[in-house]
Every structure is written in C-alpha cells, then in structure tokens.
C-alpha cells in the first residue's frame, strides 16, 4: 500500500503545487482563507463578547473601541457575531461538500465501473437532479425536512453529489479498460479492491479540485438559504442570517447587513480564487503542455 | 542582384520566444522563385520548412513567434515592410497558401461557396453575384462535382481529398501569382493525393503560376518541382535543380534523405535511416547544425556554421558543408 | 426543419416528467411528515389526520404519484393551503415580473459580457484581462441578496435614482422599466461575470483554430475574421454555457425578488414557506421545472440552428 501511495501522491501534489504556482495571484486566496479559518477556530477566545449576549441599552451603534463593528437591533456585538457565524459557514460549506463529494464519486464510480443498465440509470437520475437549480434545490428540501444544521448539510450535499458522480465516472470507464485492470480481476482481486486501490487514485486529484469550486457555491448557498430564513434557526449566528435581518433594519444601521455580507463575499471570493488556480489542473487542455 | 525573380527572400530569421528567450526557428533564409516556376521545401518535420512559408505571408503567431530579420521582395517590394494592410490586400490575392490539414483548416459553420468567394469580395471589385459566378467556376475548375448544388454545403459535408479541393479553390479564387503549398496532400490518401498534386500541377500551369510546395516527400518532389532546397535545423543546406539534386547530392543530410527513400528501380536490400532526429529549436548545436549525425564530420563542424555557397561551375547549386561546399581556408578559422 | 423542433420537443417531455418525479419523492419519501412541519409539533392528532388527508397523504403512494402527474399535465397544480385559490392563478399574476427581470438580466449579461469575453481573449494575459478575471471572480462570488442590498442603498437610499420596491404597473411601459432597472442590473450584473467567463474561454479555443489562419491568408480584414469567423464559432459553446446558467439565473432572481420586495415567482415561494403552503410551494416547483425544461429545448434548439453539424433530422 505504501508503494502505490507514493507513487501516485508524488505526482499528484507535484501537478497541482506546479499549475497552483502559475497562479500566483490565488495565493491571497490561501491566505485570506487562513485568516477566515482562524477567526473560526479561534472564535471564543478573541471575541469580545458571547454571540448571542443582548445590550439593551446599545442598539444600531456604530463601529467604536467598545464595539469593534458596532451592534444589531438587540445590542448583540456585530463582530462577535460574525466571528461565530464563520463556523456555521465554514463547517456548513466544507461538510456538505465532502459529503457530496463521497457519496457522488462512490455512485460514479460503480456507475463507470459496472456499466450498462445500472450505469445509464445512475447517470439519468443525476442529470436530472443536476438540471434542478442548486438554491431552489436546497429551498426545498429544507423546507420539506424542516430548519437544522443537519437538513442544512443535506440538501446543500444533494445538490453537490451528481457534480462529483459525473466527474469520478468519466475517467473510472476508460480506466477500466487498462489491461491491468483486466489482469487484476483474472488474478482474482475483488471489484471494491480494485476500485479502491487502482481507479480512486486516479481520480482522486480531480475530485479534489471540483470540491474546491464547490466549497464556493456550498458556502453561498448556506448564506442564501440562510438569508431567507431556511438556515442554522436563530439565535445562532448566521452571516446570511444576520444580513437579513440588518436588511430588514436597514434605515436605522446600514452596517448591520454590510458587515456580515462583506464577510460572506470573502469567504466565496477565497475558495473561487483557490479554485480558479487549480482549475487548470482539470482542465484536459492545459493538461497536455 | 536579379530584379526579375518574381519572389527573392533574403536573410530571413524568424525566431520563438520560449520561456523569455527567443530561439530562431530559422535561420540566415536565402532563396528566390522566378515565373512559373517549382521551387520544392524539402526537410523532415520540425526544420523550419513551414516557418517559412508563414514568415513569407507574414502570418506567424506574434507572439510568441517574431520576424527577426532578412527581407522578402516580391517583384521589388519588400513584404515585411509593408503596413499590414497593405500586406492585407495581397495575402489571398497575389499570393495564396494551401494548408496541411483540410479537416481542420475550413471554418465549420460557414458554406464552403461563401469562403471560396470571401477571397473575391475583399480583393476584387465585383458583385456579389459575380463573386458567386466566379466562386462556382472555381470549383469546377478543381473538379468538385455539381458545383453550383454544393456551393451551399458546409465543410463536414465533404470528403478530405474534396475540401482539399475547396482549399485549393479557396487559394485560388483571385488568381494569385504565387501560391505556397504547405504539405497538401500529406493528411490524404495515396490515391487522393496523386489527384490533388495532379490537379495543382495543371492549374499552376494554366494560371501560369510559381509555386513554392513544401513536403517531406522526395518522390512528390521528383515529380512536381523545378528546383529544390533542402532545409534542416532551420537552415537551407542544399539549393540545386531538381536532375542535379537527385543525382549528385552534395549536402551529406541530402545524400541520405535520399538513401531513405525507398526505390523500386535500384534492388537495394536495406533502406537506410537518419539516426537520431532534427534537434529542437532551444537544443541547436553551435556549429553546423547537422553535424552530430554526420558521418563525415570535422572538429571545426562543431565548432562553426559554414556558408550556403555556390559549387565550383554551378551557380544554380549551392551547399552548406565544409567538407563539400565552403572552401574557404579552413586554417583561417578561429 | 420542423421535424426537428418537433423531436426536441418530444425528448423534453422525459426530461419534464424525470424532474417532476424527482420533485414528488423529495415531498413525500424523505422522512418527515409534511402534516406535522406544517402544524408543529404542538398540533393535535386529530388536525394532523385532517391535514394529511387535505394533502392526499393518506392514500397510497402510487395514487398520488398519478394523481400528481395527471394534474400537472392538464394545468391543474393544485389549491393554495392558506388562499384557497388556485396555484396556477397566483403564478400567472405574476409571472409577467418574473419573465421581465431573468430575460432583462440576460441581456444584461450578453450585452456586457460577450464584448469584455472577447476583449479580454483577444488581449489575454494583459492587465485588462488581469482587472476582469479578478472582477468575474468577484461577480461570481457575490451572492445575489447582498449586491441587491448593496445597490438599494448606493442608488435608492443615497443616490434615490430607483423607487426601493420595484414592483410597478405593467400597463405602463416608464413605470415598468423604472422598476426594472435595479433588480434587472443586480441579475445581469453577476451574468456578466458569468458570461465574460465562458465568452473568454471559448474564443481562446476558437482563436487557436486553424481556420483561422485559414482565414488571415486569404486577406480578409481583421474585424471582419474576428465577428464571421471566430465569433460564429465561438457563440456556440458559449449558447449552452448561458443555457446552463439557468440554474444561477433563477436561484439569483428568487433572491433578487426577495430583496426588492418585487412580486414575482421568488417573492410566491418565500411567501409560502413562511405561511407553510405545501401544495403552493410544490406548484412552484413544477412551474421552475417547466421553466428549466422549456430552457433546456430553447438552448438545444439555438444551438442546432446555429452550428451546422447538427443535423435537422
């Protein structure tokens, strides 16, 4: 196992570090993700007060020493919210895309791997899922199984999973056909080791990068979805959350709904930057040079 | 000087930029074609014979690619002086070029009529009716059958040896005085490819046109050409008249370029090869540039490029090599 | 011709009936009980039977797929649980809003985006093409509530150039247009980020063509072999990427609806999630499907006129 992990790690990481690198201008992308990241995690120790903590006395204030980026209609500090709204958004845009990612590539992958009938029918059912808007998509599941964190993930990684299943099936049906492949199934190696330790490396860098993009759109759907009153249910803070309800404030504190949006923006802006300087990693054209 | 050559290139260096080095593709080009003439680029791929003919139509990519030096005169006027629009008005006009590839070098979303007579609307100053009329007697002159119930198909709708025909068409449409062939027939069938090099032979003689045809083919080359120059590395090494060429080779890449070529007539048991292959544009040696596949060569072969000069009694043929062409005093070198 | 719009047309149907069972599972196969979000968990037993049986949730899963089915094949897509009145009615009252602001919005984004696409494929690698990489990639990342709350308070609240809610009298075309404005270039705004994308990158495709040359050897000027040649061939991809962007278009213009407080499909569906309209919310999923399908023939159809490779039959 240590033979075939080196050999395909090495490469791997080799191509995406070289065509990262050709884009310098995603480095601020990392970086910026690093800084969202460590605001997460390190959320109860540098916010000034808890999130969800009301003064009654200081409503719609303005930035100041005392509130760094001011307070909402309950007095609640805005900064501290948003500190504590980015480990619902990063953990919501992260889960729910590796959730979709491993459901999608296994449905792929046996998709490719098996063929035929149970190929086509997989492949049908997740071009019409895919042809159904992600939003509206995620909309309606949350509203059938009702506001939650989890349903959240759910519906954000079913819309994420036919994605993933198109991108693990392409490259599982022509490497299939390798004579190696045929050899390891006359020497009797079962179908889940081969696809375990042949096809998934294989495929593994692509569906790296296509989380990347996706971790973009998972994180503005949760805001979205959240902004409309479908997401992690109040009083936990939620940037999209928090927009809507600076928005439905906006005459007293414009900043209410400003901030936390700026955030959000950040946030989508660092994963597509990340994401547009690997997508050449995907891209076949590129590939060749 | 010779003021009558229809085309005269002279010092001509076009050159690459890799990785923000420029590396010439070619080199210190010296040829020249007159009237009706055949002028055949022979060389393996990768030796600048395309180059070339695209510096000479001034369409090399820029960048990354760029004309370094040399001029190009044709019938006087140098080309590569020209304002673009100038050289506009005579690229498909007074000099057309043929492409390799027929499959990919036809637009697929326009009719093959409307892109042989596009030529005709922006060069000459006829009608639009005309331009058709024009366009379909064109087409009939290259033999596409029923031509004026195809002119409205599009290109995926022919076969490869039929839209080379379109291309030829396309080339031909406002009659230029120099066509440059790059390769027409190599992307064809044997049988095909015959019919299209006959079928270009015929027209250049009945618009009494000079050609240039590139090819790795010796044996299109024996058949087709006037005059040949042989290019390797991005170098021309060997200009003779086609009989000269064929039976005293003096380059020694040309002697066995034509060893390689299978032969019916001479009952030769192995058919020899080049070792090695043309080095690429970054990797050219300093000296001459086919001198580490050279059985004859010479520590100064390593060392320095030697002149394209005439033979002794030969001004028509004229070689790069030290050994048998340059006589310059070889002890006078550095 | 006509053949082949006819035989797209019957290929959507499947297409149609695939999304609208896909619809019908998510609403009644994921656990949970509909009767019970609905209500809460506080409502009775006796309410809730009396719900489900509103519903149709009582009778047999196959029943109330037909029944599902038939109804949205003969028009029918049910009663508003809260209004009583017919889901179709309520679309259709404000469908014209819908229609306005996504084929505004698309506009927007070919108007802009397809100029600045071949702009910067022409000029590739310059600082121009640097400034509108970075721009789409802004644009992409915007989600569409927070421009919309960005450009009300920049052009309504501080400029009040626009009328805050954009709903106005359809009768009156000024009125009409006025109201448009903001949400319409908040839409096309993040378009454009899209398609100057796709334009880019399928003209860099297009202009490495050998057609091309083809074209530059034969002395055509130049603007000319950039519109006839390259942009003919470039549109084509570029008809299936905006085709494919249906997706963003209408998840943006729910939330661009939202924001202006503009009547439309987006505000019908918020409304009957906040007030629990089961039956309204299901409708309005048919009607984006139908949306989507109808979308899909559209770009198939655009797409087979203007490439000649498809063939008609």
Avoid at chain 2, 285 to 301: I, S, T, V
Wanted: hydrophobic share 50%; proline share 6%; glycine share 8%.
């Amino acid at each position: 196992m240590s033979n075939v992990s080196t050999r395909f790690w090495n490469p791997l990481f080799a191509r995406l570090w070289f065509v990262f690198n050709r884009n310098r201008i995603s480095w601020i992308g990392v970086v910026l993700l690093l800084i969202l990241v460590s605001l997460a995690v390190l959320a109860p120790v540098i916010s000034p007060y808890n999130p969800v903590e009301q003064h009654v006395m200081d409503q719609f204030r303005g930035p100041s020493a005392k509130y760094w980026l001011g307070t909402d209609e309950y007095g609640r500090d805005l900064f501290t919210r948003i500190v504590w709204g980015a480990r619902i958004s990063l953990t919501v845009g992260t889960v729910s895309v590796i959730l979709g990612m491993i459901i999608g590539s296994i449905l792929g992958m046996y998709a490719g791997y098996k063929g035929g009938v149970r190929d086509e029918f997989i492949m049908r059912v997740m071009d019409v899922f895919m042809s159904i808007p992600t939003l509206l998509m995620g909309l309606f599941v949350v509203a059938v199984l009702g506001p939650s964190t989890m349903n959240l993930i759910i519906a954000i990684a079913l819309t994420v999973v036919p994605r993933f299943a198109r991108i693990a099936r392409a490259p599982t049906v022509s490497i299939k056909e390798r004579d190696y492949i045929e050899a390891c199934r006359a020497m009797g190696f079962s179908d889940l080791r081969i696809m375990l330790v042949h096809v998934l490396p294989n495929i593994l860098g692509d569906i790296m990068v296509m989380g990347s993009l996706w971790v973009a759109t998972a994180v503005r759907i949760e805001a979205s979805l959240s902004f409309i009153g479908l997401g992690v249910p109040p009083p936990t803070p939620t940037w999209g959350g928090m927009v809507r309800e600076g928005f439905e404030k906006m005459l007293d504190s414009p900043g209410a709904s400003i901030y936390p949006g700026i955030f959000i923006l950040l946030t989508v802006f660092a994963f597509n930057l990340i994401g547009d300087g690997l997508r050449d990693v995907i891209d076949p054209r590129l590939r060749e040079s | 000087m010779n003021q009558e050559h229809l085309l005269e290139v002279r010092n001509l260096t076009t050159a690459f930029r890799i990785q923000g080095n420029l590396f010439p593709a070619v080199r210190g080009i010296d040829l020249h074609l007159d009237r009706n003439e055949t002028l055949a680029l022979v060389g393996e791929s990768g030796c600048g014979k395309s180059i070339t003919a695209l510096s000479i139509m001034r369409l090399i990519p820029q960048p990354p690619g760029e004309i370094v030096s040399g001029e190009v005169f044709m019938k006087g006027i140098d080309l590569l002086t020209l304002p673009e629009e100038r050289m506009r008005k005579i690229r498909g006009n007074k000099m057309a070029m043929i492409f390799q590839e027929p499959m990919t070098s036809l637009n697929p979303v326009l009719t093959v009529g409307f892109q042989i007579m596009e030529a005709l609307i922006y060069h000459q100053d006829v009608t639009n009716v005309k331009a058709k009329e024009l366009a379909i007697e064109i087409m009939n002159q290259v033999k596409i059958p029923s031509a004026s119930r195809r002119f409205k198909d599009y290109p995926h709708q022919f076969s490869g040896g039929q839209r080379q025909r379109v291309m030829i068409a396309m080339a031909l449409a406002c009659r230029p005085e120099i066509i440059l062939a790059d390769e027409p027939t190599t992307a064809l069938d044997v049988t095909i490819q015959a019919q299209i090099l006959y079928l270009l032979a015929e027209l250049k003689r009945e618009y009494s046109m000079a050609m240039i045809f590139i090819t790795h083919n010796l044996g299109i080359v024996a058949s087709i050409a006037d005059r040949v120059a042989v290019m390797y590395g991005g170098e021309i090494v060997e200009v003779a008249p086609v009989g000269d060429l064929f039976e005293k080779p003096r380059h020694p890449y040309t002697e066995m370029l034509l060893r390689a070529v299978p032969r019916v007539d001479l009952n030769i048991e192995k058919l020899s090869y080049i070792p090695g292959q043309v080095p690429s544009i970054d990797r050219m040696p300093p000296g001459c540039h086919y001198a580490p596949r050279c059985d004859l060569r010479m520590e100064l072969c390593d060392r320095q490029d030697a002149d394209l000069v005439p033979l002794p009694g030969e001004p028509a043929h004229r070689v790069r090599c030290w050994i048998r062409g340059d006589s310059r005093e070889i002890q006078d070198k550095p | 011709m006509i053949k082949f719009v006819l035989n797209r047309f019957l290929l959507s149907i499947p297409t149609l009936l695939a999304i609208l069972t896909i619809v019908f599972l998510i609403a009644r196969v994921i656990p949970g009980d509909p009767a019970s979000v609905i209500l809460g968990d506080s409502a009775s037993q006796e309410a809730l039977e009396n719900l489900r049986h509103r519903l149709g949730l009582d009778q047999s899963l196959i029943q109330q797929y037909i029944q599902f089915i038939t109804g949205v094949f003969r028009g029918n897509l049910g009663d508003s649980l809260v209004s009583g009145t017919s889901v179709m009615r309520e679309v259709l009252n404000v469908l014209p809003y819908t229609i306005d602001l996504t084929i505004a919005g698309v506009l927007i984004g070919i108007v802009f985006g397809v100029p600045l696409g071949i702009l910067t494929a022409l000029y590739r690698n310059s600082f121009l093409d640097f400034i509108a990489r970075i721009l789409s990639l802004i644009g992409l990342s915007f989600p569409a509530f927070y421009s919309a709350i960005l450009l009300i308070i920049v052009f309504s609240l501080q400029l009040g150039w626009f009328p805050v809610i954009s709903s106005g009298n359809l009768l009156d075309p000024v009125q009409r247009l006025h109201h448009l404005i903001l949400p319409a270039c908040n839409l096309g705004l993040i378009m454009v980020a899209y398609v100057t994308r796709a334009t880019r990158s399928s003209m860099l495709d297009v202009l490495r063509e050998d057609y091309m040359r083809t074209a530059k050897a034969k002395g055509i000027p130049g603007m000319v072999i950039l519109f006839r040649h390259a942009l003919r061939n470039a549109l084509i991809p570029i008809i299936t990427v905006i085709g494919l962007y249906i997706g963003v278009l209408v998840g943006n213009s729910v939330l661009t609806e939202i924001v202006f407080n503009r009547p439309g499909l987006g505000k019908l569906i918020i409304g009957a999630l906040n007030q629990r309209d089961y039956t309204m919310l299901q409708g309005l999923m048919v009607v984006y499907s139908i949306i989507i399908v109808i979308t899909n023939l559209i770009t198939d159809l655009t797409y087979g006129f203007s490439d000649p490779r498809v063939k008609y039959s």
